[in-house]
Nanobody, 131 residues
């Protein structure tokens, strides 16, 4: 069974940090784009950031640039989302997702603009930023 298993999340004060993990089960993340999405109560799901497999390029939403970092450890078959300087508006359920990537001579930048591109999804993790 192919699935993504998330861990991490919780309650943190504004300005604090959290790390989310996303581990693949039943397949290897090598060759897959990994994206992180979030959905706040009453709002639509939004793409946060992604990382490519070929070349390791990343793409961040403006709202998290300079605060969030995505990294991947292919040996552990896991992707991490490091969130620093968290704000109340970061409160949401966070999802990791994956889709296969085609290697190209000039590797296009990954995107989280279209969630339908992603085939596999984690179960979600609640992140609450509150004092």
């Amino acid at each position: 069974q192919l699935q993504l298993v998330q861990s991490g999340g919780g309650l943190v004060q504004p300005g604090g940090s959290l790390r989310l993990s996303c581990a693949a089960s039943g397949f290897t993340l090598d060759g897959y784009v990994i994206g992180w999405f979030r959905q706040a109560p009453g709002k639509e799901r939004e793409g946060v950031l992604c990382i490519s497999s070929f070349g390791g390029g990343t793409n961040y939403a403006d709202s998290v640039k300079g605060r969030f970092t995505i990294s991947r450890d292919n040996a552990k078959n896991t992707v991490y989302l490091q969130m620093n300087n968290l704000k109340a508006e970061d409160t949401a359920v966070y999802y990791c997702a994956a889709h296969q990537e085609i290697e190209a001579i000039v590797q296009p930048l990954c995107t989280v603009s279209h969630s339908f591109m992603y085939d596999y999804w984690g179960q979600g993790a609640q992140v609450t930023v509150s004092s």
